[in-house]
């Protein structure tokens, strides 16, 4: 216990000799790896003693630094999973807004390298003051994930380039974890696609080229992985003219968009050679280029579609995702729609964005909102926090739908009105039934057609929202609501 109050008094003394703008100046990195040093004796049990004795020393004005430096000293002496418990429940810092915000991710096949790829942009960006490093196991961090060596959650990290601040979703490529991909895919403003460049596209790859376009993702920029394992550059060439192709298919910019050839596994590694940190920085300046700012609908009531939802003891339940218009503000008045026949109404405690405090959170903005007076069982994922009187439920609408082509990765048979695929809508899906019009006996791959869609349950919708039809482990159908139905 002496000990670790010790570290806290001689962390305290630097960071005051460092002063307070420590942590919202650009050289935080460096000044947190000074305090850093004085931390290498805390262990487990110190850590834990100072958590029950004094919580509110990790809430002080310096408790960004402090528990940024914690964090790194104690993960050598194990004692990571407390600094969590000391965490739960609070920022550790205030969000400065100095740079654009952009929501970007990775997304491609299983094994391809999107979470290497993820923990070695952090790792090489870290080294130049403008991350926190995560590393491989911090990213994929749930037990069956690790056990499994593949993503299965959607994980989110922050990190800064020159020009922007990126918050990045490292998306599930398994083909049984789809459905997480499509919710970190529909709050993405661009995407970074990996394909080995020693397998070459795979299934995944191209149903996740199609997902992106079909959740609204503008562009792509492409990480060719695992160049070390390649010999015969020919093969190389061909690979990227593949995929060059597969993007052209889908409607994205195939001819211009940026390719980065490189190895995420010797980035994350530090190595200097030709696929290695260099190629980092290099996709980092391909993002910043070639990603459009997106034009943010700031002036709409506020829409934020729910991610994920947790429960912090003593705090109340917390609902994440991304603000798709307007501006959430503390204190303030929400309606949580979708799932039930009435909304619900509660009210904005608090903002956090990466564990960092915000006074609102803006269109854009991946945000984690308390809500005052909400038990964790009343909010699930796919329901819709928005402005009180805003949001309308339907559980029936009018579409236009696109059936996708077998080549295409859908259907060989065509389907018949009654048909009953799962529906994917904003970050929610449920079972619902296609009604087609009289006129039309079936819809065979490759068709456009209107229905008519009905859902299990009533949802927060409006004209012009896209969504996709799956079935059995594959997306059959593309779709835009183009009116939804009143019930009478």
């Given at each position: 216990?002496?000990?670790?109050?010790?570290?806290?008094?001689?962390?305290?003394?630097?960071?005051?000799?460092?002063?307070?703008?420590?942590?919202?100046?650009?050289?935080?990195?460096?000044?947190?790896?000074?305090?850093?040093?004085?931390c290498e004796g805390l262990q487990l049990r110190h850590l834990r003693a100072l958590i029950a004795s004094s919580p509110?020393?990790?809430?002080?004005?310096?408790?960004?630094?402090?528990?940024?430096?914690?964090?790194?000293?104690?993960?050598?002496?194990?004692?990571?999973?407390?600094?969590?418990?000391?965490?739960?429940?609070?920022?550790?810092?205030?969000?400065?807004?100095?740079?654009?915000?952009?929501?970007?991710?990775?997304?491609?096949?299983?094994?391809?390298?999107?979470?290497?790829?993820?923990?070695?942009?952090?790792?090489?960006?870290?080294?130049?003051?403008?991350?926190?490093?995560?590393?491989?196991?911090?990213?994929?961090?749930?037990?069956?994930?690790?056990?499994?060596?593949?993503?299965?959650?959607?994980?989110?990290?922050?990190?800064?380039?020159?020009?922007?601040?990126?918050?990045?979703?490292?998306?599930?490529?398994?083909?049984?974890?789809?459905?997480?991909?499509?919710?970190?895919?529909?709050?993405?403003?661009?995407?970074?696609?990996?394909?080995?460049?020693?397998?070459?596209?795979?299934?995944?790859?191209?149903?996740?080229?199609?997902?992106?376009?079909?959740?609204?993702?503008?562009?792509?920029?492409?990480?060719?992985?695992?160049?070390?394992?390649?010999?015969?550059?020919?093969?190389?060439?061909?690979?990227?003219?593949?995929?060059?192709?597969?993007?052209?298919?889908?409607?994205?910019?195939?001819?211009?968009?940026?390719?980065?050839?490189?190895?995420?596994?010797?980035?994350?590694?530090?190595?200097?050679?030709?696929?290695?940190?260099?190629?980092?920085?290099?996709?980092?300046?391909?993002?910043?280029?070639?990603?459009?700012?997106?034009?943010?609908?700031?002036?709409?009531?506020?829409?934020?579609?729910?991610?994920?939802?947790?429960?912090?003891?003593?705090k109340g339940t917390v609902a994440t995702g991304r603000v798709e218009q307007g501006t959430a503000k503390m204190n303030?008045?929400?309606?949580?729609?979708?799932?039930?026949?009435?909304?619900?109404?509660?009210?904005?405690?608090?903002?956090?964005?990466?564990?960092?405090?915000?006074?609102?959170?803006?269109?854009?903005?991946?945000?984690?909102?308390?809500?005052?007076?909400?038990?964790?069982?009343?909010?699930?994922?796919?329901?819709?926090?928005?402005?009180?009187?805003?949001?309308?439920?339907?559980?029936?609408?009018?579409?236009?739908?696109?059936?996708?082509?077998?080549?295409?990765?859908?259907?060989?048979?065509?389907?018949?009105?009654?048909?009953?695929?799962?529906?994917?809508?904003?970050?929610?899906?449920?079972?619902?039934?296609?009604?087609?019009?009289?006129?039309?006996?079936?819809?065979?791959?490759?068709?456009?057609?209107?229905?008519?869609?009905?859902?299990?349950?009533?949802?927060?919708?409006?004209?012009?929202?896209?969504?996709?039809?799956?079935?059995?482990?594959?997306?059959?159908?593309?779709?835009?609501?183009?009116?939804?139905?009143?019930?009478?």
């Amino acid at each position: 216990m002496n000990t670790a109050l010790q570290v806290m008094r001689k962390v305290f003394f630097v960071l005051q000799g460092l002063g307070d703008r420590t942590v919202e100046g650009s050289s935080r990195y460096r000044a947190r790896w000074r305090i850093t040093c004085l931390c290498e004796g805390l262990q487990l049990r110190h850590l834990r003693a100072l958590i029950a004795s004094s919580p509110q020393a990790l809430q002080s004005h310096a408790s960004a630094a402090v528990s940024t430096c914690l964090s790194r000293a104690c993960a050598s002496a194990g004692a990571c999973s407390a600094l969590l418990e000391a965490q739960r429940g609070f920022a550790v810092g205030v969000f400065q807004r100095t740079k654009p915000h952009l929501n970007i991710g990775t997304i491609g096949h299983v094994d391809h390298g999107k979470t290497t790829l993820t923990a070695a942009i952090t790792k090489v960006l870290a080294d130049l003051g403008q991350a926190d490093f995560k590393s491989y196991a911090e990213i994929d961090k749930s037990p069956e994930e690790q056990k499994r060596g593949i993503t299965i959650n959607a994980t989110h990290v922050e990190y800064e380039t020159g020009k922007r601040h990126y918050g990045h979703v490292d998306c599930p490529g398994h083909a049984d974890y789809v459905k997480n991909m499509i919710t970190g895919a529909a709050q993405m403003d661009g995407a970074i696609l990996v394909v080995s460049a020693y397998d070459g596209p795979m299934p995944q790859t191209r149903e996740h080229i199609l997902l992106s376009k079909q959740v609204g993702v503008p562009r792509l920029v492409v990480y060719l992985n695992k160049m070390d394992m390649v010999e015969d550059q020919e093969l190389v060439e061909l690979v990227e003219m593949e995929v060059r192709e597969l993007l052209s298919f889908y409607d994205f910019p195939g001819d211009d968009t940026p390719f980065v050839k490189g190895s995420a596994l010797k980035a994350l590694n530090g190595d200097t050679g030709e696929y290695g940190i260099q190629t980092i920085k290099d996709l980092m300046q391909a993002c910043d280029d070639f990603i459009p700012e997106p034009e943010r609908k700031a002036d709409l009531p506020l829409v934020i579609p729910v991610e994920s939802v947790l429960s912090i003891p003593g705090k109340g339940t917390v609902a994440t995702g991304r603000v798709e218009q307007g501006t959430a503000k503390m204190n303030e008045a929400v309606e949580i729609v979708g799932g039930r026949e009435k909304p619900l109404k509660a009210q904005i405690a608090a903002l956090e964005m990466f564990r960092k405090t915000l006074d609102d959170a803006q269109a854009g903005d991946q945000v984690g909102c308390l809500l005052k007076g909400i038990k964790r069982d009343e909010v699930k994922r796919g329901m819709v926090l928005g402005a009180p009187g805003y949001l309308k439920t339907f559980k029936k609408f009018e579409a236009d739908l696109y059936v996708l082509k077998e080549e295409e990765g859908g259907r060989k048979k065509p389907f018949f009105s009654h048909y009953r695929p799962q529906a994917f809508i904003r970050t929610g899906d449920m079972a619902c039934t296609i009604t087609l019009p009289e006129t039309t006996e079936m819809a065979m791959p490759g068709d456009r057609v209107t229905c008519t869609v009905e859902l299990l349950h009533p949802i927060a919708l409006h004209e012009g929202l896209r969504f996709a039809l799956r079935e059995g482990g594959r997306t059959v159908a593309s779709g835009i609501v183009t009116k939804p139905v009143q019930e009478k």
